[in-house]
Nanobody
Framework: QVQLVESGGGLVQAGGSLRLSCAAS????????VGWFRQAPGKEREFVAA???????????RYTNVVKGRFTISRDNAKNTVYLQMNSLKPEDTAVYYC????????????????WGQGTQVTVSS
């Protein structure tokens, strides 16, 4: 497993932007898939975005429909860091955001994500 620490959450007005970061340590995770999930109060955790490893330095991104066109997931392997750029934020994006790592590289099955961060709060005011 890798250790993951999220940062960058906060309070922002609707229409604003935030960039979340997730720093990984413990082992090189170039071949891991990485993902962002979120959990709003009273709701189940949901998938937001993931980068699946396709070999070498190639990754494929996928997003849940409600964030497509607004959120961008990226990674800097030299810094062992994953990012989630969130633009045009809406009140319904309010949640605790978690990053996670999947050693299989697939990033398509939640149960394969075996390393999780502690979460960072994002609050979007209307």
């Amino acid at each position: 497993q890798v250790q993951l620490v999220e940062s960058g959450g906060g309070l922002v007005q609707a229409g604003g932007s935030l960039r979340l970061s997730c720093a990984a340590s413990g082992r090189t995770f170039t071949s891991y898939a990485v993902g962002w999930f979120r959990q709003a109060p009273g709701k189940e955790r949901e998938f937001v975005a993931a980068l699946s490893w396709a070999g070498g330095n190639t990754y494929y991104a996928r997003y849940t429909n409600v964030v497509k066109g607004r959120f961008t997931i990226s990674r800097d392997n030299a810094k062992n860091t994953v990012y989630l750029q969130m633009n045009s934020l809406k009140p319904e994006d309010t949640a605790v955001y978690y990053c996670a790592a999947d050693p299989t590289g697939r990033g398509t099955v939640v149960d394969y994500f075996d390393s999780w961060g502690q979460g960072t709060q994002v609050t979007v005011s209307s």
